[in-house]
């Protein structure tokens, strides 16, 4: 099921990213006091009462003045808006109701969703009298907060749950349906490698950057496997200011990754590698997915006979990170080496859920350890008393041991190296889990 969207707003500096941290439980935006500090739109999961969401931190909305930084922010709040379920309206008790507020007040009336107002900075009785102030903005909810000390953020978060939607009901797929998400920045060609896989225009297709405007479920089936390709927008450039076609931008793509097995990480073959690649990748891999990356476009640029093993090792080196994902080159436009591209996905939705039994990883471990012993630090030497898999997709293996701060993350890097060669989990992240040994 996807999670519902929550949008902290507001004009700048009353304290957006500090609440941001405060849900989260992290410090991922930017805090200074400086207005306007928070540049871009930035994305959490947060938990309150077993309900989970997307939590979106933006810039502060100024609807006056031609400051060119001022109207970036704008749009990428109003997006925001355009994304939330629920907008927490976050204003500043210090300052009063100002005419800004007012403004953004108006701005949110006209997008029809549920709005609480959050009225910061409320830290004392005298400062709680003055949150009042704010009904003269015109909604029903208006909570007293302070986002620094945690004073009023359960109140604020029990209304918000009680504004969330029901729980979507997604389309449920058969356990062995894999389901594969395209993502990739505009315009590197997802919808055209879809069509060709389909083998028929099934999804939009321009050479406009942006033009699918939602996530697009094709089922299909090719020699009795049966799969789901999901379509995203394409994820632009965070900074820029979103033209109206890419208003699901990062979300949705994270959202359409929440559903699937396996994603297919596209990559444009006549401009090369940029860090928004890397970005996307990244969020696959943390929402541990298996994946491959596939390079579009492959007919466009010349080639010698060294061409595609000197892009591969780009693309190796580029995305450290992501060593196990395989490699493919294609052409959606000729269909050159389209065919490759499911009997691959097949294969790494496979490791994605292989389930190793604990008396094969034990015995792998030991013969490990055998090799290259354990770290050990003033004396003491870290004990694997035993290891076994918790879960699949992505698989994940806990280890017991007797210190966990002695598991260094080389010596982890180590075992994971070993399980993967034993094993060949081609296509799919490990996650490796230690644990003390009670």
Not at 325 to 341: C, D, E, N, Q, W
Not at 357 to 382: E, F, H, Q, W, Y
Not at 411 to 428: A, M, V
């Amino acid at each position: 099921m996807s999670k519902p969207v929550v949008a902290i707003v507001g004009r700048p500096n009353v304290g957006k990213s500090t609440l941001f941290n405060r849900i989260i439980g992290e410090r991922k935006a930017i805090v200074e006091n400086v207005p306007g500090v928070t540049r871009d739109r930035l994305y959490g999961e947060g938990e309150w009462s077993g309900r989970t969401f997307y939590l979106i931190d933006t810039g502060g909305i100024e609807l006056t003045g031609d400051d060119h930084f001022l109207h970036e922010i704008r749009a990428q709040a109003e997006l925001a808006i355009d994304e939330a379920d629920v907008i927490i309206f976050l204003t500043d008790v210090t300052t009063g109701v100002s005419q800004s507020d007012q403004e953004v007040a108006q701005l949110l009336f006209r997008s029809n969703k549920p709005v609480i107002v959050a009225v910061n900075k409320t830290d004392n009785l005298e400062r709680e009298a003055a949150a009042f102030e704010f009904y003269a903005l015109g909604y029903e909810h208006v909570i007293p907060i302070s986002s620094e000390h945690g004073i009023g953020v359960g109140d604020l978060l029990d209304r918000v749950i009680e504004q969330l939607p029901d729980d979507e009901i997604e389309t449920e797929y058969e356990e062995d349906v894999i389901r594969v998400t395209v993502i990739g920045r505009p315009n590197v060609g997802k919808s055209s490698l879809i069509n060709a896989i389909l083998g028929e225009e099934r999804v939009i297709v321009s050479d406009i950057a942006g033009t699918t405007r939602d996530a697009i479920d094709t089922p299909f089936t090719v020699d009795g496997q049966e799969y789901v390709l999901i379509d995203t927008a394409g994820i632009r450039k965070r900074g820029k200011v979103y033209e109206s076609t890419e208003k699901y931008s990062v979300l949705r793509a994270l959202k359409a990754l929440e559903r699937s097995d396996v994603a297919l990480i596209v990559l444009n073959a006549e401009e090369g590698i940029i860090e928004q690649d890397k970005k996307i990748a990244g969020y696959a891999h943390e929402a541990g997915k298996a994946a491959i990356f596939v390079v579009n476009k492959w007919d466009a640029i010349e080639k010698d006979d060294r061409t595609m093993q000197l892009f591969e090792q780009k693309i190796r080196n580029q995305f450290l990170f992501m060593d196990y994902a395989p490699i493919l080159f294609a052409s959606a436009k000729t269909g050159a080496r389209v065919l490759k591209i499911l009997p691959v996905v097949q294969h790494v939705s496979e490791n994605h859920a292989m389930r190793i039994s604990t008396s094969m990883l034990n015995d792998l471990v030991a013969d490990a350890v055998i090799s290259t012993p354990t770290p050990s630090d003033k004396g003491k030497r870290l004990r694997i008393n035993y290891v076994t898999q918790v879960s699949v997709k992505p698989p994940t293996i806990l280890f017991f041991v007797n210190e966990p701060e002695l598991m260094h993350f080389s010596y982890l890097r180590y075992l994971e190296n070993q399980i993967r060669q034993t094993f060949s989990f081609d296509g799919t992240p490990l996650r490796l889990l230690v644990r003390k040994k009670e």
